[in-house]
């Protein structure tokens, strides 16, 4: 009875302050109407959508959505900012007269007729039929779609581009391999397509890459780490198991050892472990399945039930991993454990910033902490190796879509087939042309014979192929298109075959299966194709040799002209003589699965989606001047922010993916870094023209270059200003507290904002957090990329308007104008964290040799000193003994004296 009563006053009080938060609200807006631009009827049907939170900023955001005689107008949302119980702000996207834009009040079409419109104009073929399983107030329904996910249905308006609002079904439609999860607008009277927009963020690139060799992966290590173990108590000690990974602040295993990682779970985001779901402590899982992910593959790509590693009672799940060069297949639970241990980490760093269940973060259970609650719960399904085995393979790629909070997200990690140039080809003599030549093997199937790897070789003179017809615009007869007139030369030795110009253009007078037929038959133990033109922009240097022929028996590889044509022109007046050999096993595929880089840009997504808008709307980052892309490049840099990392340094995304060595330039038009000759990017280089073309996605790589850019410059600055701090959990250094303000101002910020909002919602939560204490720093970081004073993002909804400036904020004066040194700093000399509970890191770049630290307070003495001490780059020193309260470090390092202050707390 007593438990009864609590739970009716607990709902009565939630009410009344429901209640209050909503006449607060109404009379805000009534008071407004003239700088909204609004009337009174645009504001008196209105609900609260859902809501987000900030332990920092104090600031709780209503999104507000505004509705016609109940139907909800999509996307018109309003972010309302209450701190202290009091309307402190509001960011209003509400359409302005709505009375006078409305067409009609009652749909034409049923939302099954509405559906059947938009599954046809979306060319979805599946000819299952769909069911309304359930129906709310005529508006709202969810139907059956098969062994996809249920389609929502709601009745909205939509806002079109003359102004107008019409009517219009608002489907999510999943379809087959989740390569889609279309969110779409269909008119309710016609059935024509109003808008459209794909949830699963694809991350796919189609551009040409310079890639450089490979770096080959690292043995592995039998370290045991723990990772910023969290003190527990007694009824907390979860363990939740071991895992051999790549450590979350490293890229791949290009970068470090796969290591065997225990306890890495975090107590506050995951308070029972990783392979809970009940909230009572014991593990319910002991595959990589849990409260925040359920990892497994989907080889068929199909989305359906797929294998899990087990870890057993000990949930121990150290699997091999065989590295670029081996079938995957062979490694697959390996990459499932980090695909899982990788999810979690992100789950658990940023829960500590904000990310959380009342701001719809990714988990199954609640913990009773708030938030949207459903049956199923939101747990990520990461997908490992996506379609693998399916044909054609899935390839390139990784996505993510983040329905609204309750509904579980999906990430699907693929494989790579960027291969790093080979050099399989070795001249012997003559010597002033002996060593190696990169060259391309074929993709027969069937028919691909395996270059041998050393040991083993095929070693011979090289032979011109001469099938006694001469070769059109060539004056020799090496194409290969009819039985040799050499073959008694050619037996038992390595041919050369040129392509036919025929060919090359676009003809076919005989494949590459039929002239390595021909050379085969002829006795030939490997064959050399010499492509035969120039490369240009519409042809390739190399060539892509392709065919099927179970019968062939002999390898085969292809040099450009560049390569060959010198060697035809030596074996026409001399012996040359060469081997076929690899130096080591030929690479098969990357696995974006062990890229932790990729796996953080994807689950980037998820927390920009949800905390944009609110939780309960995942459509507030689809205009053409979001940037999505750049937020999550952001999350994958600051999760691999190590101590004696530096701005300057060029870092390119997904090289192991592309296989490319550590220093590769990645995806990006420039690699992030600090350094404006290395990344010049400024603010009239985000613009792009709005695309024409269905599909057409560069503009959101554009955006997000220049966004993430400048978020990093910003995380640098912080840095130079605080300090580095790598306890990524309960850090106080600069990266920490930027790491906060972001997601502070994703919170604050308007549905779908520009860069210029974008920028605003950063200064405005540190205002809320600080007083505006690093104003003139966030400014600064701005103009130097040219979003100053004045800079307009124009519509936030065209990605080709944006206009720069250069010039300082007001107060300009008391703005120190920032440049290259500002984040050189940390190359000198840096003192971190603080402040500090005690333990205190120095560090001097590029400095080995003896060095005198002295510690003075406030009133002039030296309260610690250690002179002459050898120092090698960084020390540490303790300060716990010392009082609360500010001191001045002070360094002497051969004639050079470095001073620091230093806040003890």
């Not at 459509?619 to 952001?634: H, I, P």
Request: hydrophobic residues 35%.
């Amino acid at each position: 009875m007593k438990k009864n009563y609590l739970l009716l006053l607990l709902l009565i009080t939630g009410s009344v302050f429901s209640q209050a938060t909503r006449s607060k609200i109404q009379t805000y807006l009534n008071a407004n109407l003239t700088k909204l631009e609004l009337t009174s009827a645009d504001v008196n049907d209105w609900i609260i959508e859902s809501e987000a939170t900030s332990e920092s900023t104090n600031i709780h955001n209503y999104y507000l959505k505004q509705r016609y005689q109940g139907i909800e107008i999509f996307n018109a949302v309003a972010n309302v900012w209450v701190k202290n119980d009091e309307v402190i702000n509001i960011h209003s996207q509400f359409v302005s007269n709505i009375t006078t834009k409305v067409n009609t009040t009652t749909p034409t079409l049923s939302v099954l007729e509405g559906l059947f419109s938009a599954k046809n104009l979306l060319n979805i073929t599946s000819s299952n039929t769909h069911t309304i399983l359930e129906t709310k107030e005529l508006k709202n329904f969810r139907i059956s779609n098969n062994t996809e996910d249920e389609i929502s249905a709601e009745l909205v308006y939509q806002l079109t581009s003359d102004n107008q609002l019409r009517l219009a079904w608002d489907y999510v439609i999943d379809i087959p391999g989740h390569q889609h999860l279309w969110h779409v607008r269909i008119d309710a009277l016609d059935g024509k397509l109003l808008e459209k927009n794909d949830m699963v963020i694809s991350c796919s690139f189609g551009e040409n890459h310079n890639h450089s060799a490979s770096c080959s992966p690292m043995k592995e290590s039998a370290a045991s780490l723990n990772l910023f173990k969290e003190t527990t108590s007694s009824l907390l000690e979860v363990q939740s198991g071991s895992y051999r990974v790549i450590p979350f602040n490293y890229e791949s295993p290009n970068h470090i050892a796969r290591q065997l990682i225990t306890n890495p779970h975090n107590v506050e985001a995951s308070p029972y472990g990783w392979h809970d779901t009940n909230g009572v402590v014991g593990n319910e899982y002991t595959i990589t399945r849990g409260n925040n992910v359920q990892a497994q593959d989907d080889l068929d790509g199909n989305n359906g039930t797929g294998t899990s590693p087990s870890g057993g009672l000990t949930l121990s799940f150290d699997f091999p991993y065989g590295g670029t060069n081996t079938q995957p297949s062979t490694y697959l639970n390996a990459a499932i454990t980090n695909l899982f241990y990788m999810n979690n980490m992100m789950h658990d760093v940023w829960y500590q910033y904000g990310f959380n269940e009342i701001n719809g973060n990714f988990q199954q259970n609640n913990y009773g902490k708030g938030g949207t609650v459903t049956i199923g719960g939101d747990a990520v399904f990461a997908d490992a190796q996506d379609g693998a085995s399916a044909t054609p393979q899935n390839l390139n790629n990784a996505n993510f879509s983040t329905p609204t909070d309750g509904n579980r997200p999906r990430m699907q990690m693929f494989l790579w087939s960027y291969a790093a140039p080979i050099q399989p080809l070795y001249i012997n003599s003559p010597a002033d042309i002996a060593g190696s030549r990169i060259a391309r093997d074929n993709v027969f199937n069937p028919g691909h014979v395996d270059i041998p790897i050393a040991p083993n070789l095929i070693q011979s003179n090289l032979v011109l192929y001469d099938d006694g017809t001469p070769d059109p615009g060539e004056t020799d007869n090496c194409d290969a298109c009819a039985a040799a007139v050499n073959a008694a030369a050619i037996n038992g030795n390595i041919v050369v075959i040129r392509r036919s110009l025929a060919e090359a253009l676009g003809g076919t007078p005989c494949t590459f299966i039929e002239k390595v037929k021909n050379a085969q038959n002829a006795g030939a133990t490997g064959v050399i194709i010499v492509n035969n033109v120039d490369p240009s922009e519409t042809v390739p240097a190399e060539i892509n040799m392709s065919g099927a022929d179970a019968t062939i028996t002999i390898p085969a590889i292809s040099v450009t002209k560049a390569v060959g044509y010198p060697l035809i022109a030596r074996i026409k007046t001399e012996t040359v003589n060469g081997k076929i050999q690899l130096g080591e096993a030929p690479f098969i595929n990357t696995d974006g699965d062990f890229d932790n880089g990729i796996v953080a840009h994807e689950y980037g997504h998820g927390i920009s989606t949800r905390l944009a808008g609110g939780p309960a709307n995942s459509g507030c980052l689809n205009n053409f001047e979001a940037m999505g892309e750049g937020w999550s490049d952001w999350f994958m840099l600051m999760m691999q922010l190590k101590a004696g990392d530096v701005g300057t340094t060029p870092k390119g995304v997904a090289t192991f993916a592309l296989n490319q060595p550590t220093t590769g330039s990645g995806l990006r038009s420039y690699p992030y870094s600090t350094d404006m000759s290395i990344n010049p990017l400024t603010f009239n280089d985000s613009n792009i023209p709005i695309p024409t073309e269905a599909g057409d996605t560069g503009y959101r790589y554009v955006i997000g270059d220049f966004w993430a850019t400048t978020l990093w410059d910003l995380n640098w600055a912080y840095i130079q200003k605080y300090g580095f701090d790598s306890n990524v959990y309960t850090g106080t250094g600069g990266n920490n507290k930027v790491m906060r303000l972001v997601l502070d101002a994703l919170k604050l910020q308007p549905c779908n904002p520009g860069i210029v909002a974008g920028r605003d919602a950063l200064i405005a939560a540190d205002q809320a957090t600080t007083g505006g204490e690093d104003y003139c720093l966030i400014t600064e970081v701005f103009r130097r990329r040219g979003v100053g004073q004045g800079a307009s993002s124009g519509s936030n909804n065209n990605s080709g308007d944006q206009v720069e400036s250069f010039v300082a904020f007001s107060p300009g004066a008391n703005c120190t104008a920032l440049n290259t040194d500002s984040f050189e700093k940390e190359d000198l000399f840096n003192v971190y964290p603080n402040p500090t509970n005690g333990l205190l890191n120095i560090r001097i770049n590029n400095f080995t040799g003896k060095a005198s630290i002295n510690v003075i307070d406030i009133n002039g003495r030296t309260v610690y000193s250690n002179v002459n001490n050898d120092f090698n780059v960084e020390a540490s020193i303790n300060l716990n003994n010392l009082s609360s309260g500010m001191y001045i470090i002070k360094v002497t390092a051969d004639t050079t004296t470095y001073t620091e202050k230093v806040i003890i707390k």
